[in-house]
């Protein structure tokens, strides 16, 4: 069982930046990262990174999102830059799956919410 926290979402004006942390009890094997979701949507797989440090993203976050770890405390990093309004969503921190575009975590954290406004 892998226990996450994640932490660090506000509220920004489109253009800064927020970096969300998750503090996770081990790494779990295969990929750990976030997902967003938005009202009563499925949640989106947003970023992803596995233990030899190889990262994925998904097209929309490509170029302003960073995702990153510190092995040694066994936390997640994302850092969101030039964020736009359709950013806006609930963040969760999650572990143990597959891929951004078609993966189905294990494990989740509680969620931690980004508002962006224009």
């Known amino acids: 069982q892998v226990h996450l926290v994640d932490s660090g979402g506000g509220s920004v004006q489109a253009g800064g930046s927020l970096r969300l942390s998750c503090q996770a009890s081990?790494?779990?094997?295969?990929?750990m990262g976030w997902f967003r979701q938005t009202g009563g949507n499925e949640r989106k797989g947003v970023a992803a990174?596995?233990?030899?440090?190889?990262?994925s993203y998904a097209s929309s976050v490509k170029g302003r999102f960073t995702i990153s770890k510190d092995d040694a405390n066994n936390t997640l990093f994302l850092q969101m830059d030039s964020l736009k309004p359709e950013d806006t969503a609930t963040y969760y921190c999650?572990?143990?799956?597959?891929?951004?575009?078609?993966?189905?975590?294990?494990?989740w954290g509680q969620g931690t919410q980004v508002t962006v406004s224009s």
């Open positions: 081990e790494y779990s094997q295969n990929f």
């Open positions: 999650a572990a143990d799956f597959y891929s951004v575009e078609y993966g189905l975590p294990r494990f």
């Open positions: 990174i596995d233990s030899a440090g190889r990262t």
